[in-house]
């Protein structure tokens, strides 16, 4: 079922949204490609973790993504501008948090605020988007950090002292006694679903919100594509797994219902190879038998 990054809506993905996005689609272009080669080995080389974000989150062209790599580093550049950071560590990346909903998080929340572009030019943003501008500004101070995930959730802790920072969320002159101690009253929910993520596998999040909101608009093809990118960056999701299936179950319906039944057909192959036991393909695959029977004269 899907689940967004940041939402925790799980139907099944069949709805149309109201207002489409205008991010790019095809991802087969070049620069999704040489991602894709880039990171076989688990790890990035030729891109940095800021441009592979954008090639996930949709940016499709070279020089545009020149554009928005030297949009982001202006906004971060301008962060670290403020001022010199004092104290910890844990209140050096405290000032950062404050400082980067004063100059970039400027909008609001919004589930759907994955892509960095759309952060830069709007202001909103979301969970992923948010720790991974917040993660930037950590590596550049010098201040080491991780990400981590949890079922429809990203957030960063830091590494020394396990401070769980929410970086979409406005620290509102909170210190960091206060947020340790919100922490410790607030068991995590889910503690065994807790995986620390690498930069390939944070990636892999743009990809899988990416290829959601693609097949809540029934754009079944790209979404399919989006998650499949998310799957094999990050083969331990399970959700991006689950999104996959129900993608190529949703496709092989809304083919059904124009008539196209060896296409549907092809569909829940293609899913039972990947799961032989999902449920609703095995459903969809009896009923197009007894259709394609019924269908002889």
């Not at 960091?176 to 919100?182: G, M, P």
Request: net charge neutral; proline share 4%.
């Amino acid at each position: 079922m899907p689940r967004l990054l940041c939402t925790i809506g799980l139907a099944l993905v069949i709805a149309v949204l109201a207002a489409a996005r205008s991010i790019a689609s095809d991802t087969t272009t070049l620069l999704a490609q040489r991602l894709m080669a880039d990171v076989k080995d688990g790890e990035l080389g030729q891109f940095d973790l800021l441009s592979a974000c954008l090639i996930a989150g949709g940016v499709s062209d070279a020089d545009e993504l020149d554009h928005q790599r030297r949009l982001l580093a202006t906004a971060i550049e301008g962060v670290l501008a403020c001022g010199p950071l004092t104290g910890t560590a844990d209140e050096r990346a405290l000032e950062l948090l404050t400082r980067l909903h004063a100059r970039v998080l400027t909008g609001s929340y919004s589930k759907g605020a994955t892509s960095l572009s759309c952060v830069v030019a709007t202001g909103d943003f979301n969970c992923l988007s948010a720790s991974v501008l917040f993660g930037e500004l950590c590596e550049r101070a010098r201040i080491p950090v991780e990400y981590w995930s949890q079922p429809g959730h990203v957030y960063c802790r830091l590494r020394d002292s396990g401070l769980r920072i929410e970086p979409a969320s406005r620290p509102n002159g909170a210190s960091v006694a206060e947020l340790a101690r919100a922490q410790s009253k607030s068991p995590e929910v889910g503690r065994l679903q807790l995986r620390v993520l690498s930069p390939v596998q944070l990636v892999a999040k743009f990809y899988y919100n990416r290829g959601v909101e693609q097949l809540q608009r029934r754009e079944f093809e790209a979404g399919i594509a989006s998650l499949r990118r998310a799957s094999q960056l990050d083969p331990l999701d399970a959700d991006a797994q689950a999104n996959l299936l129900a993608g190529l179950n949703n496709w092989a319906l809304a083919l059904a219902e124009q008539d196209q039944p060896a296409a549907a057909a092809a569909l829940v192959s293609r899913g039972l190879a990947i799961d032989p036991h999902y449920a609703p393909l095995i459903a969809n695959q009896r009923y197009l038998a007894e259709r394609a029977r019924a269908a002889v004269p």
